[in-house]
């Protein structure tokens, strides 16, 4: 344990006992230390440098079964923080599901590490370098005719959780970043496309001119875009929106709208809910993935979780209160924020298929491949679905001439029992998914 984290660690306890002193039953205390630094340059010239830091804690206690939480930064005075958060715990409603998770579930201190943390330090001559090596990158690509600049950063965080329970757990990780987006065409043709990465690990990004040239080339393959005729269509989903339905998919199975009687699978549990071909896993103890964490957010360490099983739905996502309310147990998966604590995935991978995305395309011969939507119209009660969308046609089972300005529509429930996925998996983000396809969703074209 090192000065900082010593630190933390005291000025978590001391939130403790003065919770206790102030009258409460229980709690937990969070202290979160986080630094970060980032360059955006644009048309060659540096537009902002940024440094931050921060520290910052959040306190719950339980009262009988009232339940608070306050957040301040780490000047406040704890003692006062503490009478605060008591005093509105008291008036709160009562809440027969709220407590900490249990002693025998709190994760074991055996110094697990999942290699979260790069202690790598970027001079801002290097920053800038490699921001203009982006931004470069893509306007060098024939056909770009501006930029909207180009992005580095660099960053770290701890976190310190101590509970009333006797749980004390630390946890840091490292963030590295690097984007561009630019601009192809001119007056009302043109558009805009960008690519990016982002790395627990410095060593482990892609190279500058790599994702420029890629956000270069996309922009320019959606220049002259037309339309498409109202009808129905196979639609292809390009892995970025691919993981926003699966994503969808992970939401409506939270414990928390389970509870909430919100999900269009409230119903569902041990039914299928996907091909029987795919199973998706909730996974937290991955190495070097952006969704790991070696205790959750009550302090209580989740394992490698079947939220689907071959096509059957096997379990929701969970936390302590939302667990007891659906007379379960937790698995894990609490996340704490200013407002409390909620449950949330993890790494959450969906299960290759057997074709690659080419070949995908290839089986339907005419069809719609979409690269970007637009809009929030999803309604994670019906399960109805309705976006706005670009991408390109697909005919005779190729790519063809991008298309935009047409909406798509469909059910989860159906969409999602009749997905076809290819092999694409791209392991950088804590939702995978590859390229899917749905065999047939009404468009509204022209």
């Known amino acids: 344990m090192n000065d900082d984290t010593r630190r933390l660690t005291d000025t978590a306890a001391r939130l403790i006992a003065a919770a206790k002193k102030a009258g409460a039953d229980a709690a937990d205390a969070a202290v979160v230390r986080s630094l970060g630094r980032s360059v955006d340059v644009r048309l060659g010239k540096v537009e902002d440098t940024e440094s931050s830091e921060s520290e910052d804690l959040a306190l719950r206690v339980f009262v009988g079964q009232r339940v608070a939480t306050v957040s301040a930064d780490v000047h406040a005075d704890i003692d006062r923080l503490a009478e605060r958060a008591v005093a509105m715990a008291k008036v709160s409603p009562e809440d027969r599901y709220a407590s900490l998770a249990e002693r025998e579930r709190l994760a074991p201190d055996d110094g697990l590490d999942l290699d979260l943390y790069d202690p790598t330090t970027l001079p801002s001559e290097r920053m800038v370098e490699e921001a203009l090596s982006l931004e470069d990158a893509a306007r060098a690509v024939s056909g770009v005719t501006n930029s909207g600049g180009a992005s580095v950063s660099a960053g770290a965080s701890g976190l310190v959780l101590v509970t009333s329970e006797g749980f004390v757990g630390e946890k840091m990780r490292s963030g590295f970043s690097r984007s561009v987006s630019v601009i192809a065409g001119e007056g009302t043709a043109m558009e805009r496309d960008y690519d990016f990465d982002s790395r627990i690990h410095y060593g482990d990004l892609d190279a500058p001119d790599r994702i420029g040239r890629s956000a270069g080339e996309r922009v320019v393959r959606r220049l002259n875009a037309g339309k498409v005729a109202t009808g129905s269509y196979p639609i292809v ?187 694409d998996l791209d392991t950088r983000f804590s939702l995978v998914a590859p390229t899917m396809r749905v065999e047939r969703m009404t468009v509204a074209g022209h």
């Open 237 to 423: 989903f390009d892995p970025r929106v691919a993981r926003g339905l699966i994503g969808s998919l992970v939401g409506a199975i939270n414990g928390a709208a389970i509870a909430r009687k919100t999900s269009f699978l409230m119903d569902r549990m041990g039914q299928p809910v996907l091909p029987v071909s795919v199973t998706i896993l909730d996974e937290p103890l991955l190495t070097r993935r952006a969704g790991s964490r070696p205790f959750d957010g009550e302090g209580v360490r989740g394992e490698t979780m079947a939220l689907v099983e071959d096509g059957i739905l096997k379990n929701w996502i969970l936390d302590t209160a939302t667990a007891k309310e659906l007379g379960l147990t937790t698995n894990g998966r609490a996340a704490r924020s200013s407002g409390g604590v909620s449950p949330s995935s993890t790494n959450v991978s969906v299960s290759p298929g057997a074709v690659t995305p080419e070949e995908l395309i290839a089986e339907i011969g005419n069809g719609i491949y979409v690269h970007e939507l637009i809009g929030q119209g999803t309604n994670l009660v019906t399960g109805d679905y309705s976006r706005g969308a670009t991408g390109y046609m697909i005919e005779n089972g190729r790519l063809t001439r991008p298309v935009s300005e047409f909406t798509i529509a469909g059910n989860l429930r159906e969409m999602l029992l009749g997905l076809t996925l290819a092999n």
